[in-house]
């Protein structure tokens, strides 16, 4: 079984009432945790595989919750006039996150790149001193956020996203202020705290493009 799936879904969405819009493509990198060596395993360890796919599902779902949520905030705080622009909010820092190459040369890949990175990596670059909080919160959207209520009406903090937004140009020459990258994190733990062990990661890449006005 692969341990990465790729899926591509285009969304139109529209802003009501100024008719604006996002067009948003995303490009799901699901990190999975491996559910067996070999089909001759699968009988007996079938239970395993399907808690694993329960957990990746669920994490989907928490990565899903993170771009809804992200939207609808980065909207309210567009329209508020508490953003001014995109720009003030990119993720930069821990420096090079944002550069596929050093100084841009490709015979020199940039190991912390975000996308060479897990989403376990991620999680702990952007918060280095491991105290739950975004060391650099003006850059994070959402920083290990729980959005699931237990039956009792409380966060259940197993299940959680972080949302970040990037400049897909980064490094270049020049770059295109209407174009750029949301990602969304979602995490599923084995307990409520962010220092428990991770059971499965998801992971979404949301290319946004303003509406030309």
Not at 113 to 121: G, H, I, V
Not at 159 to 167: E, L, M, Q, S
Not at 184 to 207: F, H
Request: proline share 5%; net charge negative.
């Amino acid at each position: 079984m692969r341990g990465v799936s790729g899926m591509e879904i285009i969304i139109n969405h529209s802003r009501q009432p100024q008719g604006s819009g996002l067009i948003a493509v995303i490009l799901v990198l699901a990190f999975m945790l491996t559910v067996g060596v070999a089909v001759l395993t699968v009988t007996s360890s079938g239970p395993k595989v399907s808690a694993t796919m329960r957990y990746q599902e669920e994490a989907f779902n928490a990565a899903e919750a993170g771009f809804d949520a992200a939207r609808m905030t980065m909207e309210d705080s567009l329209a508020s006039g508490t953003w001014g622009s995109f720009g003030d909010h990119f993720l930069k820092s821990p420096d090079g996150i944002d550069t596929p190459f050093i100084n841009m040369n490709l015979a020199t890949p940039n190991p912390i790149y975000f996308r060479r990175l897990t989403d376990e990596q991620i999680l702990q670059l952007l918060d280095q001193n491991r105290d739950g909080q975004a060391d650099n919160p003006l850059q994070v959207i959402f920083f290990e956020e729980p959005f699931v209520y237990d039956r009792n009406g409380n966060l259940d903090g197993r299940y959680r996203y972080t949302v970040f937004i990037i400049d897909d140009e980064a490094g270049f020459s020049t770059t295109d202020p209407t174009d750029f990258l949301m990602v969304c994190i979602g995490v599923v733990r084995s307990g409520p705290n962010v220092s428990d062990r991770i059971l499965a990661t998801c992971r979404l890449e949301i290319e946004i493009e303003l509406p030309e006005l």
